[in-house]
């Protein structure tokens, strides 16, 4: 029985895993118009909802090399959407913060790609919207589990 269990769970962490990366995939498309590449954004989605961060911090979240991040920090910061401020813990430190012009692009980008998912999601039968709103919360307590 542990063994039939083990294998339903394993089939249904496949097709979660190939979902969501397909689904990125697809809402991807949406960012374009930020006029960001997708290391820039995933960035600066960190710096908006985790910020202001370290480098060292931000690098490691973002799971690249210091000397990649900063690349990045430096590209965002020519484009005035993160700004580079001392820490106060930590005078030597920097840190990464989001400027309004950041947030806004950032948030933008998000509401457009939440736009096209919900639009995606309107054509379903209203019982199938509602077996996604509970997967949507058992992935969310899954997820804290992590």
Known sequence: MKDESSLEAHQVAD???????????????????SGLNAPRL????????????SLGELAATEQVRPPTMT?????LERQHLV?????????????????????????EGRKRRVDSLSRQIARLERSEQEVLREASRILIELLRAF
Not at 18 to 26: G, N, Q, V
Not at 87 to 102: H, K, L, N, S
């Open 15 to 33: 097709q979660l895993h190939s979902s969501a990366i397909h689904l990125l995939r697809k809402l991807r498309r949406e960012d374009e118009s």
């Open 42 to 53: 995933s960035a600066l989605s960190v710096v908006v909802f985790g910020g202001p961060i």
């Open 71 to 75: 690349r990045i920090v430096n590209a």
């Open 83 to 107: 700004t580079k401020e001392r820490d106060a813990q930590d005078g030597r430190g920097i840190r990464i913060a989001a400027t309004m012009e950041g947030r806004t692009l950032l948030l």
